[in-house]
Antibody, heavy 120, light 109 residues
Framework: DGLLLESGGDLIQPGGSLRLSCAASGFSFSTSAISWVRQAPGKGLEWVSAISGNGAGTYYADPVKGRFTISRDNSKGTVYLQMNSLRAEDTAVYYC?????????????WGQGTMVSVSS | EIVMTQSPVTLSVSPGERATLSCRASQHIISNLAWYHQKPGQAPRLLIYSASTRATGIPARFSGSGSGTEFTLTISSLQSEDSGVYYCQQYNNWPPGYTFGQGTKLEIK
């Protein structure tokens, strides 16, 4: 069925940096596109970034473009989200999610989420 | 960017009754629409993709319809575990990215 497990969330000051990790198991990782989706407290879902299975294609939502970088290590079955110049509005639960089959496609596997709080 | 608008914002329905949730896209998205269900403190769960295809393990009481810009999720014979927030998502306009509706909160009376 597949599992995703996020880690790396923390309380960080504005302007700081953080790297999130998403460890995958139970499915063909290297052929699967993975996205990060965030949810601010009490709010809806917001797509943040995506990476293709081979890592050649990376995509970003406008609010994070130029500040966040998505990458993956297929040998480790892990996707990363490097977040720089963090702002208060980046405060959210960050989920990683696997696309169902071929991009673009909805997300059939989600992690449990990791909390990022940006505050002084 | 394609804007997804869901209605109603909240819905209260009795157990055993039917719930109808709507999602409208600001541009035509063919049938590239998914529905998710999220319970408090949990990650979303995929219910429907391609507007009307149930995801693996989803009960038959969940059904989706629509194409173009107007979509509907119907939950027949509501059960207590169906409470939570339902989101629609378009995946037609790619790139630049996916967009979600703002959600419909479903309460079971």
């Amino acid at each position: 069925d597949g599992l995703l497990l996020e880690s790396g969330g923390d309380l960080i000051q504005p302007g700081g940096s953080l790297r999130l990790s998403c460890a995958a198991s139970g499915f063909s990782f290297s052929t699967s596109a993975i996205s990060w989706v965030r949810q601010a407290p009490g709010k809806g879902l917001e797509w943040v970034s995506a990476i293709s299975g081979n890592g050649a294609g990376t995509y970003y939502a406008d609010p994070v473009k130029g500040r966040f970088t998505i990458s993956r290590d297929n040998s480790k079955g892990t996707v990363y989200l490097q977040m720089n110049s963090l702002r208060a509005e980046d405060t959210a639960v960050y989920y990683c999610a696997k696309e169902r089959r071929y991009s673009p496609d909805p997300f059939d596997i989600w992690g449990q989420g990791t909390m990022v709080s940006v505050s002084s | 960017e394609i804007v997804m608008t869901q209605s109603p914002v909240t819905l209260s329905v009795s157990p055993g009754e039917r719930a109808t949730l709507s999602c409208r896209a600001s541009q035509h998205i063919i049938s590239n629409l998914a529905w998710y269900h999220q319970k408090p403190g949990q990650a979303p769960r995929l219910l429907i993709y391609s507007a009307s295809t149930r995801a693996t393990g989803i009960p038959a009481r969940f059904s989706g319809s629509g194409s173009g810009t107007e979509f509907t999720l119907t939950i027949s014979s509501l059960q207590s575990e169906d409470s939570g927030v339902y989101y629609c998502q378009q995946y037609n306009n790619w790139p630049p990215g996916y967009t979600f509706g703002q959600g419909t909160k479903l309460e079971i009376k």
